[in-house]
Each structure stands twice: as C-alpha cells, then as structure tokens.
C-alpha cells in the first residue's frame, strides 16, 4: 500500500478532524431537534384521547415528565456532549502538532485543567497565533465550567466554585437563565449557540494550523473548510 506523503498526513490530521467535527456538530444539532420533536408530540399526546388509559395520578406524572424533566435532561445532555467532543478534539490536535513537529514535549506535560493546559502548549511550544483574551476563548472557558456544573453539582449555582463565570456567561447569552433556586436553565436555542460556540473554535485553530504549514494547503482548502 502506498504510504501518505507529508503533505497528505497533515491533511487527514488537520483538515480530515474539522471534516470529523462537522459531522459530529451535525449531529448533536440533529439529535437535539429530533429528541424535541418527540417531547413535544409525546406531550401533545397526553392531552388527547390517547390519555385514556392512565388514572388522573399517572397522566399528572407524565404530562409533568414530559413537559419538564425529558426535556431538561435532553438539553443538559447537548451541552456535556459539546464540551465532550472539545477535550476530544483539543486532546486530538495537541497530538497531532507534537507527532508533525515531532515534539518531545506534549500538553498534557503542563499543569491544570485541559484548557490551561492547551493554552500553556499552544503558547510556549507551538507560539500560535490564537488570542486567548479574546470572547471566544472566554465564552469556551465559561462553557467548559456550565458542563462541570452540570455534572458535579446537577446545574445548581449553589456552592460551585466558578458560579461568577457562569452567572457572566448567561448575561451575555439570553438562551441561558438562572431559577429562583439556582439552577442553570437552558433552552434548545441556548445548546445551539453552544454547539455554534465550539465549532467557529475549532474552525479557528484549525486554519491556525494549516497556516503553519503554508506550503501544504491553498485558498480552496481554506474556503471549503469555512463552507463546514
């Protein structure tokens, strides 16, 4: 079998993961719609005839389920699953750069969470590019910490320790709401504007590395990326 050539290993390493992450974003955004859609006609369907089999106690529960819970637990899952698939990816193109430069060092050799340690690698390794004082950047770090209070404290701002990051990220994003009792609300708009979040970063630090190796990709590529 004939190997790949330079060229074409960076290719598949940079251009072929932005192609893998497209298809995965498509993904989430069409399992949320299809998920909803069900939730919705379910609901519907307890208030029609097809109700009739459940005594008044059992079609409170689930008219109550399907309004509320199936839905919270649908759009809850969309966001560990966005920030799922960016340590993923993140992991996926810190190894990539260490294999093509044949580095010594690798990012997870830095101390702190994955992003602070992307940051150290991209920065002090690699010197790219990226601005990390910039909204996107923030609005990544402030995703990355709704996922961690999703999943270590159930979406309750009450004694979590980056609930200030949070509260930051929800006036600047109107999907986003906080109940009466603390807790990250989150409508379908709000994990499509996440999933959106996630996708122009990895659109921008790929063409980041495809910049690094100028000879290896033309304006086409760039282009049809941008088309993803």
């Not at 109550?64 to 560990?80: A, C, E, P, V």
């Not at 698939?85 to 060092?105: A, G």
């Not at 991209?122 to 709704?146: G, H, R, V």
Request: net charge neutral; proline share 0%; hydrophobic share 35%.
């Amino acid at each position: 079998m004939k190997r790949f050539t330079k060229k074409e290993k960076t290719e598949i390493d940079f251009l072929g993961n932005m192609v893998r992450i497209s298809g995965q974003i498509n993904g989430l955004k069409l399992f949320l719609e299809d998920v909803n859609k069900f939730i919705q006609l379910t609901e519907q369907g307890l208030k029609t005839e097809k109700s009739k089999d459940f005594d008044s106690e059992k079609l409170h529960n689930l008219k109550y389920h399907y309004k509320y819970t199936q839905g919270d637990l649908l759009r809850k899952s969309i966001i560990i699953s966005t920030v799922i698939l960016l340590e993923s990816e993140i992991d996926n193109y810190c190894r990539d750069f260490k294999s093509l430069k044949k580095l010594k060092v690798s990012y997870k050799d830095f101390n702190g969470s994955l992003l602070d340690r992307f940051k150290s690698f991209t920065t002090k390794i690699l010197a790219l590019s990226f601005d990390f004082n910039s909204s996107q950047w923030l609005s990544i770090k402030e995703l990355y910490e709704i996922r961690n209070c999703l999943v270590h404290n159930y979406g309750s701002l009450e004694n979590f320790g980056k609930s200030e990051v949070i509260k930051t990220f929800i006036k600047k994003h109107k999907n986003f709401e906080i109940s009466d009792n603390e807790f990250i609300e989150i409508s379908n708009e709000g994990c499509l504007e996440c999933i959106e979040i996630v996708n122009i970063f990895f659109k921008n630090i790929t063409r980041i590395a495809m910049d690094c190796f100028p000879e290896k990709y033309h304006t086409t590529e760039f282009e049809w990326m941008e088309s993803l």
